[in-house]
Structures are given as structure tokens and as C-alpha cells.
């Protein structure tokens, strides 16, 4: 029975997880700070992918302030040397 119960919970957790992966849930966090940074650094937004490797699905995703991976926002703070919160802020 216990072992039912905590089938239910993961089963729960990794559904919501694929929906704010797959861009299904909005999350509270916005990346203005980011496209300030780009306009600092005299950068377009298709310089900026080019040069991080980024796809343009994920461009497409960061300027819907959708969520992306811990990967691609550890590759943007380790090109500019900044922190998460240089590049994103939380909305609520």
C-alpha cells in the first residue's frame, strides 16, 4: 500500500516536471535582465545564440520566458561571468 502511495507521488512529480520542460507551465521568472545585458554587450540575439551554441528553440524559449536548462544558464553565466540573477529575475 505505502509503496502505491509513493508510486502516485513520483508519478505526479515527473508529470508536472515534463509539462515545464515541454513549456505547458508558465513559470514566475523573467529574462529582461538578460536582454539588458545584451544590449550592454552591443550583441544581438542571434550573435548571442551563435556564439553560445545555443538552438533557436531555446532563443525562441528564453524570449517567451519559458524554462530552459540548468545547462543553458550555467553556458550564459559562464560566457558573461555573471550570476542567475543577472540574467533572470523571479515575478512573483
Known amino acids: 500500500m505505502r509503496s502505491n502511495i509513493i508510486f502516485a507521488k513520483l508519478n505526479i512529480i515527473f508529470y508536472n516536471l ?54 543553458v544558464l550555467d553556458k550564459i553565466c559562464t560566457h558573461f561571468g555573471v550570476q542567475p540573477s543577472d540574467i533572470m529575475q523571479h515575478l512573483k
Open 18 to 71: 515534463n509539462n515545464i520542460s515541454q513549456g505547458l507551465v508558465k513559470l514566475p521568472f523573467s529574462y529582461n535582465p538578460l536582454w539588458k545585458l545584451l544590449i550592454d554587450a552591443n550583441l544581438s540575439k542571434t550573435e548571442f545564440r551563435e556564439i553560445l551554441g545555443l538552438s533557436t528553440a531555446t532563443l525562441a524559449k528564453l524570449g517567451k520566458n519559458e524554462y530552459v536548462s540548468m545547462e
